[in-house]
């Protein structure tokens, strides 16, 4: 009901959002994922359209319901992530990296389930890099105004600002990790070129809304 009295701030913008863990196959019954919920992108994308904008999302492996009035693409791993947003990108206006892209993948899984051996020895996996996909739109000749996610773990102010510029994007988002994955609220701090803004402890919802006004002052 709120949403209604929100001006309009993305109207006539489109912005895709990826969010959500990735999951990487092991086999066709396992695979390595991690504890991304998808609340945190789910928020935006709801923001993003009561602000007026066509919202494109594209999810990993979560129970949430699609927010009213967005486009969703559900993918399961990183490179299905990758493609899905390299068909999106082209004339979105921004571009908001959420999910928890797991950045390595089972090298060569397996298309049976795997068995345990008579010996006992557990299989060896080899994992290899998988695409980044913030770095690739970033890259873009005609990229869109590019927002980062980072969960860290400890040392935030220092690392967040670090991805930032080796991401080579205008805004990182940087949250505390354990403090996010699968809680209703958070607290976010904004990286840019001219410094940091914090903003305090809220729902992700409500961060969500204060996030996208800032992205709206700045495209
Ligand atoms: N990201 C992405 N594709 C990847 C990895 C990350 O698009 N393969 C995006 C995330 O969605 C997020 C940002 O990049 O917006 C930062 O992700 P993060 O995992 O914090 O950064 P990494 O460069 O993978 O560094 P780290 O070693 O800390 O995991
Ligand atoms: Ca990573």
């Known amino acids: 009901v709120i949403a209604v009295f929100q001006p309009k701030l993305l109207q006539g913008k489109s912005v895709l959002i990826t969010a959500g863990p990735t999951f990487e196959p092991i086999d066709p019954v396992r695979g390595i994922t991690n504890l991304s919920s998808g609340k945190m992108g789910f928020a935006i994308a709801r923001a993003a359209r009561e602000a007026g904008a066509q919202v494109t999302l594209i999810a990993g492996p979560t129970a949430l319901p699609t927010p009213y009035g967005v486009s969703r693409l559900d993918v399961q791993s990183a490179q299905q992530m990758h493609e899905a947003v390299l068909a999106q990108v082209k004339a979105q206006d921004v571009f908001v990296a959420v999910a928890a892209v797991a950045d390595w993948r089972v090298v060569g899984a397996s298309e049976q389930k795997l068995k345990k051996d008579a010996s ?27 927002v980062g996610f980072a969960a860290e773990s400890e040392n935030l102010a220092q690392y967040g600002e670090a991805k930032r510029q080796r991401k080579n994007v205008p805004l990182l988002v940087g949250n505390i990790g354990h403090q996010t994955f699968g809680k209703d609220d958070n607290e976010l701090i904004l990286f840019e070129e001219n410094g940091q803004t914090v903003l305090p402890r809220a729902s992700k919802q409500q961060l969500a809304r204060q996030l996208i006004a800032a992205i709206a002052r700045r495209i």
């Open 120 to 146: 006992g020895t557990p299989p060896q996996l080899r994992l290899e890099p998988n695409p980044d996909i913030l770095a690739t739109v970033a890259a873009l000749a005609d990229r869109p105004y590019c």
